[in-house]
């Protein structure tokens, strides 16, 4: 049974020794589909140069290396999770060339914890609690997840009126779950239950919207899964250009006032756009806030970079109408000339 670690907080490994004692860590990464490597994919040595302390090592950042997102694949059923998004991980400690433990094993994820939470907080969801709105037209996204293989993990959905329900046993090592089931067109509770133990409850509406385009927007949250919102109201886009101007010399000796004194070089440009969530619910704060420490952000399947910096999280005891505007950049330049 592995044990989950996030790799966008550190994981530290501590070897305790005597001044100038040589310590090193072996760190084993692969994917699913592989086995455990025979010779280390990193090696970290040095000495020890204070007893009290001994020598610490962060395995995050390696492991990081070995986890990529690419984009979403919306799903119907449940479905195995893009191996890529995840990895292995064993660790070898060794102090002046002696083998002093074997860590086995870890399963990493492209996740993260808040300060107050510490160093490398234990997530047993892959969503935060609460309620969302989804779209009524489209596919509405999916909730990710971790079967430890200890227990027996089920996910119950049940119409919001709570006439209808249906469970299903979760099959996957890591895997992924239709946010609305197949039979509840205008929306659902979906529960996770851990050996019949309720673990998580999420409530998603369906909502339809007659008069704006919704912009899909895909991103990595904090438990290093992807989670879909919909922004249903207003979008605007615009355009930018940015170059570098220089002063020429004059092209010839005899002067001509249709020559350029200055002219633009790298020429190229910008398009960014500003979405609308529409009324949501308070629910969106910490979803807000993962959504602008995101590194993978997707809108209607292209990449982009958040613009937005800062942002009142909103309380519905102080305004009853919560809307978020951000403003995102798309992250490929308007030109296809890039040095």
Known sequence: MAIPINVRSPKIMTINGAVNDDTKVEIYLWKASG????????????????????????????????????????????????EDEYCYCDLKLYENGAQIDVVNEFICFDGFGYHSEGANPAHTKFLTDGNYYVNAIGNSGALSYYDD??????????????????????????????????????????????????????????????????????????????????????????????????????????YDVQDNVRSAFNLNGKDKITVNTGWVFESYSDVIKQLMLSEKILLDNEPVLISTKSIELQESINNNNINYKLDFEYSAPTLNYNL
């Open 35 to 82: 086995s455990i490597p025979t010779n280390p994919t990193y090696t970290l040595e040095k000495k020890i140069v204070d007893s009290s302390v001994g020598n610490v090592y962060d395995i995050s950042p390696f492991a990081k290396t070995f986890v990529k997102h690419k984009a979403f694949t919306e799903v119907t059923s449940d479905t195995a999770m893009d």
């Open 149 to 254: 293989g200890a227990v027996l993990w089920t996910a119950q959905y049940t119409a919001l009126d709570g006439s209808f329900s249906t469970t299903i046993t979760l099959s996957n090592e890591v895997g992924l779950i239709p946010y609305v089931n197949s039979l509840f067109s205008n929306g659902n509770k979906l529960e996770i239950f851990r050996d019949s133990v309720l673990q998580n409850t999420y409530t998603f509406t369906a909502q339809e919207e007659c008069k704006f385009t919704p912009v899909n927007c895909d991103f990595i949250n904090k438990f290093g899964a992807w989670q879909r919102i919909v922004f249903f109201k207003a979008s605007k886009s615009s355009f930018s250009v940015s170059s570098t101007e220089y002063n020429l010399m004059p092209s010839s000796a005899i």
